[in-house]
């Protein structure tokens, strides 16, 4: 369905509320999809859009100087799969697309002025990407600038107007490639690269996981003669799955490996959680530590039922009982000589701040004196960022593997765990809640 409604576009400025460049912008013209949005100033960021949404791409597909007035679309797309919700809560719709036009008056006898300008995705571009864009941008730019040239000879109210709207725009697009990529929020303009890339990471991990499945079968009924707490068969077979997937599509690097403790010793990790491409990095690692997963997951064909052989813990989240029998499982494995795998936060960070630490790994560690190795994740979130499972950016992760802590009190391991994965977040520009 597409809307066609008027807005007037306020300013493009850093919001407060958001932290980012947002188009703050009033519907001028219905049709309204809610009476009592007209008028009402919104913003891209708009807390009526949940944040997920805000991140489609603003596509500038058009800006014509008419004798009448300047208007331009703004064309917000949604991906498919979640749809679209716009202005209101109460006015759900899942529309592809929906354009806005945007009519200007401008003072007379300007004539006719036409220009085209280009859909440029939001997301940072990759090496190939920045070039083509740099040269397009640059010759938009050049043309925008030509435009603003004409500034001199007109009045400045409207001129103004336009003039406000055209660098709403610029700075837009400048942004994708700013400094600092890595902490500013994911603008998730789906990046057709992006796409193809997460179609062809799903393939691959697809395609892998079938046939290494089946050797897990094969080989599960000796695991479980002879090495049913640690299977370390069925964790290399993970880790050559893991790595097999990811290493076509990003670099990823481990520091700190001497921290490690020695392959058999039982341990209890911990990281920060940001993305699902998390688990696949970690497993690369090849040590045989039990996940802490969330049912949910277990569902996923092959995945699951792998999770399932290698001993994977399911957990309930929210079902206190699941909880205890989780932490009594972890126990009894780690005294068996496993290792357990913990993310305390309990969910993929969805600002890339470090969210709080539940202290269910804390407590395992400190009643079965194994040590707390602390982990942490750095850019999984830039390339698959939580609620956009679906495509895959380009961008390199780093691994920290930090000192082992051990102690008896499970509030101490839990408070040095969280501040050393957060002094590591936070010097690497992220957040830390
Ligand atoms: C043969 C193929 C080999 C396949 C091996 C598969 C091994 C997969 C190990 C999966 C471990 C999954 C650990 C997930 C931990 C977890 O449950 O985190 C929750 C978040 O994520 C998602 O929650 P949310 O962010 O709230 O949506």
């Given at each position: 369905m597409t809307m066609r409604s008027r807005v007037r576009v306020l300013e493009a400025a850093s919001?407060?509320?958001?932290g980012k460049v947002c188009l703050h912008f009033t519907l001028v013209k219905g049709p309204f999809p809610d009476p009592c949005c007209a008028g009402m100033p919104l913003c891209?960021?708009?807390?009526?859009?949940?944040h997920q949404l805000v991140s489609v791409p603003i596509l500038c597909s058009g800006l014509v100087v008419t004798a009448k007035s300047v208007h331009y679309e703004l064309r917000l797309t949604a991906r498919s799969d979640i749809g679209f919700r716009l202005l209101c809560p109460s006015f759900q719709e899942r529309a592809e697309e929906t354009r806005l036009f945007i009519r200007e008056p401008v003072p007379k006898n300007r004539g006719r002025i036409k220009t085209e300008a280009f859909c440029i995705p939001w997301k940072p571009p990759g090496s190939l990407e920045k070039f083509l864009i740099t040269v397009f941008l640059g010759f938009w730019r050049q043309q925008l600038t030509s435009k603003l040239e004409?500034?001199?000879?007109?009045?400045?109210k409207g001129f103004q107007k336009i003039q406000r709207n055209v660098i709403a725009m610029m700075e837009l697009m400048g942004g994708g490639f700013g400094r600092k990529v890595f902490d500013q929020k994911p603008m998730l303009g789906v990046h057709l690269g992006s796409r193809v890339r997460g179609i062809c990471f799903y393939a691959v991990t697809a395609m892998g996981a079938i046939p290494l499945f089946m050797t897990m079968m094969l080989v599960h009924p000796l695991v479980m003669i002879?090495?049913?707490?640690?299977?370390r068969v069925h964790h290399m077979i993970a880790q050559m799955w893991a790595t097999m997937t990811i290493f076509p599509f990003y670099r990823f690097e481990f520091e700190g490996l001497e921290n490690l403790p020695p392959g058999d010793a039982p341990a209890v990790y911990v990281s920060n959680h940001q993305s699902f491409l998390d688990t696949y990095t970690l497993l690369?690692?090849?040590?045989s530590f039990k996940f802490i997963s969330k049912r949910s997951i277990f569902v996923i064909p092959i995945i699951g039922w792998a999770m399932f052989l290698m001993g994977v813990i399911p957990l309930r989240r929210m079902d206190s009982r699941s909880q205890l029998e989780c932490l009594k499982s972890c126990m009894d494995y780690v005294r068996k000589g496993a290792s357990v795998f913990f993310f305390p936060e309990g969910t993929r960070s969805k600002d890339g701040k470090l969210g709080a630490f539940k202290r269910g790994a804390f407590t395992v560690a400190a009643k079965t004196e194994a040590p707390v190795v602390p982990i942490t994740l750095l850019g999984t979130r830039e390339l698959m960022p939580s609620g956009m499972e679906g495509i895959l950016n380009s961008g390199s992760v780093k691994v920290v593997i930090h000192k082992p802590l051990k102690g008896k009190e499970a509030e101490v391991l839990c408070n040095a765990s969280r501040s050393v994965i957060a002094d590591t977040l936070i010097s690497h520009g992220y957040g830390v809640k």
């Amino acid at each position: 369905m597409t809307m066609r409604s008027r807005v007037r576009v306020l300013e493009a400025a850093s919001c407060k509320m958001h932290g980012k460049v947002c188009l703050h912008f009033t519907l001028v013209k219905g049709p309204f999809p809610d009476p009592c949005c007209a008028g009402m100033p919104l913003c891209t960021g708009c807390p009526f859009y949940p944040h997920q949404l805000v991140s489609v791409p603003i596509l500038c597909s058009g800006l014509v100087v008419t004798a009448k007035s300047v208007h331009y679309e703004l064309r917000l797309t949604a991906r498919s799969d979640i749809g679209f919700r716009l202005l209101c809560p109460s006015f759900q719709e899942r529309a592809e697309e929906t354009r806005l036009f945007i009519r200007e008056p401008v003072p007379k006898n300007r004539g006719r002025i036409k220009t085209e300008a280009f859909c440029i995705p939001w997301k940072p571009p990759g090496s190939l990407e920045k070039f083509l864009i740099t040269v397009f941008l640059g010759f938009w730019r050049q043309q925008l600038t030509s435009k603003l040239e004409l500034r001199g000879s007109l009045p400045s109210k409207g001129f103004q107007k336009i003039q406000r709207n055209v660098i709403a725009m610029m700075e837009l697009m400048g942004g994708g490639f700013g400094r600092k990529v890595f902490d500013q929020k994911p603008m998730l303009g789906v990046h057709l690269g992006s796409r193809v890339r997460g179609i062809c990471f799903y393939a691959v991990t697809a395609m892998g996981a079938i046939p290494l499945f089946m050797t897990m079968m094969l080989v599960h009924p000796l695991v479980m003669i002879f090495d049913r707490y640690k299977r370390r068969v069925h964790h290399m077979i993970a880790q050559m799955w893991a790595t097999m997937t990811i290493f076509p599509f990003y670099r990823f690097e481990f520091e700190g490996l001497e921290n490690l403790p020695p392959g058999d010793a039982p341990a209890v990790y911990v990281s920060n959680h940001q993305s699902f491409l998390d688990t696949y990095t970690l497993l690369t690692l090849g040590r045989s530590f039990k996940f802490i997963s969330k049912r949910s997951i277990f569902v996923i064909p092959i995945i699951g039922w792998a999770m399932f052989l290698m001993g994977v813990i399911p957990l309930r989240r929210m079902d206190s009982r699941s909880q205890l029998e989780c932490l009594k499982s972890c126990m009894d494995y780690v005294r068996k000589g496993a290792s357990v795998f913990f993310f305390p936060e309990g969910t993929r960070s969805k600002d890339g701040k470090l969210g709080a630490f539940k202290r269910g790994a804390f407590t395992v560690a400190a009643k079965t004196e194994a040590p707390v190795v602390p982990i942490t994740l750095l850019g999984t979130r830039e390339l698959m960022p939580s609620g956009m499972e679906g495509i895959l950016n380009s961008g390199s992760v780093k691994v920290v593997i930090h000192k082992p802590l051990k102690g008896k009190e499970a509030e101490v391991l839990c408070n040095a765990s969280r501040s050393v994965i957060a002094d590591t977040l936070i010097s690497h520009g992220y957040g830390v809640k």
